[in-house]
């Protein structure tokens, strides 16, 4: 099948991939469009996986102003480079990470960091609610387990679904532009204020 102008444009706006390596996933994947997103994102995801280790000391701090005013979110992403700081690529990602968070309202970045006897609450919880069904105590512990990870899908923004695009989470997005910039990157933390809450 011949690859068009026009499908590689439509893959570039789907993923905001290169134009090349839009055009090498559209023959590889023989014009199937689908297909060809999925290859980039796995593509993303194993070039991301292999800048992991290396040193972010530069960044910058984005900030999101939502509802005339009545939020305000200040996030910190860093990077390995000045240059990649300064990219619209990396300043659209702060800002949309940013936008997600006044949306979406996590508590930490990672599971690490969530507030342990939270997470102690919310099985104590679990647990009573599964008591009170009749459900069996063998299995109690395992459902608990599956309603904690659920809790923390909610509340830790690099697993939370994003908000612009449900199909992937914060932490699938960070990779994909890590994949697509070519440097190592790390939300590292963020501040959320609303008015009254």
């Known amino acids: 099948m011949s690859i068009t102008a026009k499908m590689v444009k439509e893959l570039r706006e789907a993923t905001n991939a290169g ?22 994102r796995k593509k993303g995801i194993a070039s991301a996986a ?18 005339g005013g009545k939020v305000g979110v200040l996030v910190e992403v860093a990077c390995e ?16 990470v940013a936008m997600h968070i006044a949306a979406a309202s996590p508590v930490s970045v990672t599971r690490d960091e969530v ?14 609610q599964m008591k009170n069904e009749g459900k069996p105590d063998h299995i109690i512990d395992k459902i608990v387990d599956g309603k904690v990870d659920k809790y923390y899908s909610e509340v830790v923004l690099l697993e939370q679904k994003y908000v612009k695009d449900p199909d992937m989470t914060i932490e699938d997005y960070l990779k994909s532009i890590i994949g697509k910039l070519g440097e190592n990157m790390q939300i590292r933390r963020f501040a959320r204020y609303q008015i009254g809450g």
Do not use: P, W
């Open 19 to 40: 134009m090349m390596d839009c055009k090498k996933a559209l023959a590889e994947c023989d014009g199937d469009m689908d297909k060809a997103i999925e290859y980039l």
């Open 50 to 67: 292999k800048k992991e280790g290396r040193t972010t000391s530069q960044g910058i701090i984005g900030s999101y102003i939502h509802m």
């Open 81 to 96: 480079t000045d240059f990649v700081a300064r990219t619209d690529d990396f300043q659209e990602f702060v800002h949309n």
């Open 115 to 128: 507030d342990g006897s939270l997470v102690e609450k919310e099985k104590e919880i679990y647990r009573e």
